[in-house]
């Protein structure tokens, strides 16, 4: 096991729909971050968060929207999505500032936008 | 654009080393080198990383060449469940966090019984 957890792993919802999307990292890592991975594009990043404060938001659709209440949980919530937001939704966790700094991946949530 | 180029897929039979190979011509004095594999449908798995030395762990191996220009991942003895595609990427060190991962196309690596 990676130490991250998601939940849901899989979720469909409408458009008009409101879901969350969790993450728990119990590794004591101090980033954050959402990526998304669709079938026909690569790993893309989409929030970080670095000691609870975001540092980057790669232009992401405002139907996003990230918290991070402390160090150990990220959300993603998530509001009139489009079939095209349909894809695998990844949250992963690194020591900020250590060398050599490796990303862990949890198992991502499956999400489908009917 | 990746700064890495892998084969597009290997094949490996069961209980035999399966080595993986990566180019990386133009890698900085700073960056690492880093192992993921994701098997379909799930998160990436963190496999191993090195800067200049061979490394090892508990999952696999990692050569690095003496002028860093490509390296080979090698699990020792695969067995089916390391049937994945592999992702080999250049990661600098800031100090700062290097923040975002960029897989290229990786090697879909699958071991045959």
Redo the contacts between chains.
Sequence with gaps: E?G?T?TPRHLVMGMTNKKSLKCEQHLGHN?M?W?KQSAKK??E?MF?Y?LEER??N?SVPSRFSPECPNSSHLFLHLHTLQPEDSA?Y?C?S?Q??A??????????T?LLVL | DAKTTQPPSMDCAEGRAANLPCNHSTISGNE?V?WYRQIH??????II?G?KNNETNEMASLIITEDRKSSTLILPHATLRDTAVYYCIL?P?S??????????KGTKLSVIP
């Design positions: 990676t991250v998601q980033a971050y990526y690569p790993l990043l970080v670095s540092v980057e790669n695998l990844l992963a690194s900020a500032g060398k050599g700094e490796t990303q862990y991946f949890g198992p991502g499956r | 690492y880093y449908s799930q998160g990436p798995q963190y990383h800067l990661l060190y100090g700062a966090g290097s923040y975002q991962l960029t897989f290229g």
